[in-house]
């Protein structure tokens, strides 16, 4: 860990549960020794290390992009490795951590995630591009890359998922991060199974569900727009059958 | 729950939404007395113009506006790309529909107290 | 027949903007400014076939609103999720009921004979 200089005493409040003891979360409080550089990831490594070993909760990367670090920080859900204690502190100097909210909890600050994959499953995430393929490469056009608003940088943490209202109160709801792939999908020109796609976010659980609370916007930790992404594919989805045609035409350029 | 400006937003228009609703059905039985007649008519309307009513009246218009004027940011949201003020979109849409509520509630609070 | 939320979302959309422009109308022309209501002061404005009209008008978009509204409200509940389809007809005949009471009532706004030379 990299240091400079000064360091200072803080307070990490963590929400800790342990299945097989606790009937429901209970709030701990750690004392630590930071650094300025020190992040949140950091610290729960340190806690982990030095004051309580049975501390469990999912990272990799530690670069933010294998997005298994999310968590609530303060009552917003953003990654902890890329989060330096210090911007978080309270007026009491102390930092609260609780795992994503409104997923069921494993243990500690895993949760189960299974509901969040099986709805990205839903939206075939994959592309599913013309059977011909060209000898060299497709070539789509500046705007139609601008138009997929980066989408692809999403990494699948669960923060906008976990931060949704809706999803909070409807497991059936697809969710933000997987209209945002579908979204992603839908308008690549290469994609052939744009109609079945856009049947399946406009139906029930689909993208009408969104009520545009923009939890997903404030909680994504690449900044990515799931909610615009959502109002895109309400658009299409009301004239589904001439963007189709429209898709088919294109194709016959690519 | 987990608290931005736009789970405000969204809770307090369910709550007007649903209120407005169910006010609507009351509103239709109290205009649907002329059916009995006009007697009847003057009737129930005079029970549902008791002082209290009028105060409640006030409530009525501002859960009014603001599902209005949040209705229509929404549409904004929808039609233009801008979700990335949807902050200042929040707070223009709670200084426009206070502004309306004030414009609106005076004179009915005057007539409330005051009795014509 | 599903009931579709594409429908729902454009209907939502429409009979708003049809409040925005009637409800606005009515506010202002019925209760503005404040007084006390009776028969003969709504008749003043309900006589006027153009009104009725406008006033069938707020009646529907009112009720589509509301009707949908709820229905998504309602719906949002994950364990509702399988009475859709019911919920969906019910609100349909709520909203068919709903329109022929407030349609008769609207339509029962009639100038007793002996009042008739009161409107100029
Ligand atoms: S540890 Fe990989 S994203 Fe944080």
Known sequence: ?254 | MYKTTGFFSFALRRITGVALALYLFLHMWVIGSINQGQAAFDDRLATVQQPIFKFLEIALLAAVVYHGVDGIRLLIVHYFNVAEYRRSLFYAVMVVSALLIIAGGLPMLMFALGGH | MQISHTRIFQLQRLSAIGLVIFLTTHMVVAHYPPGHLDFSRVIERMAYPLWKGIDILLLASALVHAVTGMYMVITDVEKVGRYRQVLGWASIILFTVAFIYGTITILAFRLPAETVNLIP
């Not at chain 1, 609780?98 to 909890?105: G, S």
Request: hydrophobic residues 35%; glycine residues 4%.
């Open chain 1, 1 to 254: 860990m990299a240091t400079n200089g000064t360091t200072r005493t803080v307070t990490i409040r963590l929400q800790r549960f342990n299945p097989d003891v606790d009937k429901k979360p209970v709030m701990k409080e750690y004392t630590l020794e930071i650094t300025s550089d020190t992040t949140i990831l950091d610290a729960l490594e340190q806690i982990k290390a030095t004051q309580d070993g049975s501390l469990t909760f999912r990272r990799s990367c530690r670069h933010a992009i294998c997005g298994s670090c999310a968590m609530n920080v303060n009552g917003r859900n953003t990654l902890v490795c890329n989060q330096r204690v210090n911007a978080h502190l309270d007026r009491k100097g102390a930092v609260t951590v609780r795992p994503l909210p409104y997923l069921p909890i494993i243990k500690d600050m895993v949760v189960d995630r299974t509901s969040f994959w099986e709805q990205y499953q839903r939206v075939k995430p994959w592309l599913v591009p013309p059977d011909d393929v060209p000898e060299k490469e497709f070539r789509m056009t500046p705007e139609e890359v601008a138009a997929l608003n980066d989408a692809e940088k999403c990494i699948m943490c669960g923060a906008c998922y976990s931060a949704c209202t809706v999803t909070a109160v409807n497991k059936r709801y697809i969710g933000p991060h997987a209209l945002l792939k579908a979204s992603l999908r839908v308008l690549d020109p290469r994609d052939t199974i744009t109609n079945e796609r856009l049947i399946e976010i406009s139906g029930n659980d689909g993208v009408f569900r969104c009520h545009t609370i923009f939890n997903c916007i404030d909680a994504c930790p690449k900044k990515l727009n799931p909610t615009q992404a959502i109002e895109t594919l309400r658009k299409l989805a009301q004239k589904r059958e001439a963007f189709v045609a429209a898709r088919k035409e294109r194709q016959k350029s690519l």
